[in-house]
């Protein structure tokens, strides 16, 4: 088709130039990842419409329960033929559109960064201890390392390691869990722990899963045992769970661990064409092949451009009687980011519109309405062909030999001023919808207890950052975004710029503040009361407060801008925030270290960086900025400890070191490396370096690339510092080493 419409000689190049690319990326790139139903509900029509998920109506009925296998098979057999191959044909389009205008790709998502509330700290029975770092009080979340204030439980390697850790002078290594594969993160409730992480060994002897093993040997499959420590030194094994799929997310409130997995794979020919579920072993979501009896699996009315299922399970780890709670739901798109209040989890996933979609809505409206009865008869007819009878790829292209004889049949005149009205067609819609192209869908489920109920969606413009991006207060969900900057084909390109949306419990948007701090995107984010503050970068580090007391007037009341970005804000008390990043010059070069800030925001109008402290040079880092748990605070102790890997740029002058002609020599400017934690005293006055406290042998080869500390932790007047290889206990007084603990 392409050589066809080149050789056309009725049209001026710039004209042919823009219909080619109006046509061909409207068959290739759209037509395939959109599906046949679209298509078909649009020529039947004719109706004004861009292509894309709408919110979900759980009264309208949008939301459906599955009532067997048998239909869900069905529905995933009739479903996959409209999206599949979408990345190789979408790659044909993309191609040859390239050839006939600019590539109208936009930036590239950013990687997460996290910011967490304040260490709640257990107390009880004299002893004063840190818990994980979380974002909810009352809501935890899994980590390699837990402390009850007497035992500390740790992730290494292949290994959970229990150590009695205090007293600290006595601390020994007590039992050791060994797994098949790595786990990645463990509960602690009571007597009880909760272990999760990658199964790469299921399919080895398992008796119940060998007649899927030719099919399904090859997926991913998450595990999460249960075990009974009461007796610390033999921990027993209680329960096995494997779920079919990657971890998502995880939280423990009271006795229950909700656990959130996601599969792509589905197997519509298969007895059970969803996530399979294994206890001890044994499938246990299969109780019924009509599925009478099987967990609720939900989906929506929506055009699918990918399936995924979305498991959400709740598990009570204290009663290994109880029976596990299931839903699994059939989602569009790649679940990121979770939020998870006491009442509710929130899942999130990104949405785009693409400017050949704009193409195919003016497309619709201009050119199929002008084709004749017969043809759009005969596109009809193509189009509710049997997959089998015809692929979607084959299905296209007749399509495209239908138009293609329509816009051949045209006079020059006609095909100029229609390659004109389409431009400005698709103009005038990436105009009106701009706002549409990128969103973010949050879906809401309910939780109490054992109980799980979908109740529905929404969705905001922009893209969420982290889970610290969104909050829950009084039945209003908060969320703040991002409206990344985009390069059209048919415009000028437009700026990233940052939102904030206060949804009800209905999920419908009821307040907003929008476009704020042009040319930046948000680097962090802080609910707190009735506050958020946001930090968005690109050259200085703004500092955005903005008053949510009214849920349906959001008001920016102040910014403060310094030098350098925080990529994640914590509470030191209810008016001062501690910033954690990286410091910069006045134009965003990253020239400094690790750089931690005092925020000041007591007059919410005029708020002030009261301190900072820059560690190391620009290639230094620490872990604790994209990992909040690895963030220790305690503003009862004056306590701040996080990760560092710091390199520094050292000038050793040696006097009397002189050139022949009597000049100085200079020696080379040499790095000197640190891993490990760094102490601070904190107070509303600013920072004090207290101390360091190192993991790497120095004596090693390796020691610039050794492993550093990841998690710190502390029992009554002690300090734990974790790295892959060492438990190290400190006091806290004058930081002198009182213990160490080899993990491997």
Wanted: hydrophobic letters at 35%; aromatic letters at 10%.
């Amino acid at each position: 088709m392409k050589q066809k419409l080149n050789k056309t000689k009725q049209c001026e190049p710039k004209e042919q130039n823009v219909f080619n690319f109006l046509l061909f990326s409207l068959f290739f790139l759209i037509f395939v990842s959109f599906g046949s139903a679209l298509l078909v509900s649009v020529i039947n029509k004719y109706e004004v419409l861009v292509p894309a998920t709408p919110p979900v109506d759980v009264e309208g009925g949008i939301v459906k329960q599955f009532k067997s296998y048998d239909e869900i098979k069905e529905f995933l057999d009739e479903s996959a033929g409209s999206i599949q191959n979408t990345a190789m044909f979408g790659a044909i389009g993309r191609d040859l559109a390239r050839s006939e205008a600019l590539d109208t790709t936009g930036e590239n998502k950013w990687g997460d960064a996290a910011s967490p509330t304040p260490t709640i700290n257990g107390k009880g029975g004299g002893i004063d201890y840190s818990t994980t770092n979380v974002q909810v009080a009352g809501v935890d979340e899994g980590d390699i390392i837990k402390t009850d204030g007497k035992y500390i439980y740790a992730i290494s390697g292949q290994e959970v390691v229990i150590t009695d850790a205090y007293p600290a002078d006595d601390a020994a290594i007590i039992s050791r869990i060994k797994f098949n594969s790595n786990p990645s993160g463990i509960y602690i409730n009571g007597d009880k722990l909760a272990v999760y992480g990658q199964n790469h060994y299921i399919i080895y002897n398992n008796e119940s899963y060998e007649k899927l093993l030719n099919k399904r040997k090859s997926n991913n499959y998450t595990f999460l045992k249960v075990f009974d420590i009461k007796d610390k030194e033999n921990p027993k094994e209680e329960r096995d769970f494997n779920f079919e799929g990657n971890f998502l997310n995880s939280r423990m409130i009271g006795d229950y661990v909700y656990f959130i997995t996601t599969d792509y794979s589905y197997y519509y020919d298969d007895e059970i064409p969803v996530p399979l579920v294994l206890e001890n072993g044994k499938v246990i979501n299969n109780n019924d092949i009509a599925c009478q009896n099987c967990w609720d699996i939900y989906y929506f009315d929506i055009p699918y451009r990918s399936h995924n299922f979305t498991s959400v399970a709740a598990i009570n780890i204290s009663d290994s009687e109880e029976e596990i709670k299931n839903e699994t739901y059939l989602l569009d798109g790649n679940q990121n980011n979770m939020f998870v209040s006491k009442d509710n989890i929130y899942i999130t996933y990104n949405k785009y519109i693409s400017e050949d979609e704009l193409v195919w809505s003016a497309t619709k409206e201009m050119i199929l309405p002008k084709l004749s009865e017969r043809d759009r008869e005969r596109i009809t007819e193509i189009e509710n062909a049997e997959n089998y009878i015809l692929a979607p790829q084959e299905k296209m292209g007749k399509i495209i030999l239908i138009l293609d004889s329509f816009v051949e049949s045209l006079t020059n005149e006609e095909q100029k001023k229609l390659a004109k009205e389409l431009e400005a067609k698709v103009k005038q819609k990436y105009e009106d919808i701009s706002k549409e192209l990128e969103k973010t869908v949050i879906h809401k489920i309910a939780i109490n207890k054992g109980d799980l109920q979908y109740k529905t969606a929404g969705e905001v413009p922009g893209v969420v950052l982290n889970q610290f991006s969104m909050d829950e207060d009084n039945g209003y969900f908060r969320v703040a975004t991002t409206k990344n900057r985009r390069w059209s084909t048919f415009g000028e390109s437009s700026e990233s710029y940052n939102n904030i949306y206060v949804l009800d419990e209905n999920m419908k948007v009821v307040g907003k503040v929008e476009e704020l701090a042009r040319d930046e995107r948000i680097y962090s984010v802080r609910f707190m009361q009735n506050r958020a503050y946001l930090v968005t970068f690109r050259q200085v580090d703004p500092l955005f407060a903005i008053d949510l007391t009214n849920p349906t007037n959001p008001i920016v009341m102040g910014e403060l801008k310094v030098p350098g970005y925080s990529s994640y804000l914590h509470p030191y008390d209810d008016v001062t925030l501690i910033g954690l990043g990286k410091e910069t010059d006045n134009n965003g070069r990253i020239t400094g270290g690790i750089k931690l800030s005092l925020f000041d925001v007591s007059d919410v109008r005029d708020p002030k960086e009261i301190d900072k402290f820059v560690l190391g040079d620009r290639n230094s880092n620490s872990i604790a900025i994209n990992e909040h748990k690895a963030f220790l605070f305690s503003k009862d102790k004056n306590l701040l400890v996080i990760p560092v890997s710091m390199q520094e740029d050292i000038m050793e002058i040696q006097e009397g070191v002189t050139s022949e002609e009597g000049v100085m020599i200079m020696p080379p400017i040499k790095k000197r490396y640190f891993n490990g934690a760094a102490i601070f005293n904190i107070s509303k006055k600013g920072f004090e370096l207290k101390g360091k406290i190192g993991h790497s042998d120095e004596n090693d080869n390796n020691y610039r690339w050794s492993d550093g500390v990841n998690r710190s932790l502390y029992i009554n007047d002690v300090l734990y510092t974790m790295s892959n290889k060492y438990l190290k206990m400190n006091n806290l007084s004058d930081i002198k080493e009182v213990n160490s603990l080899e993990l491997r």
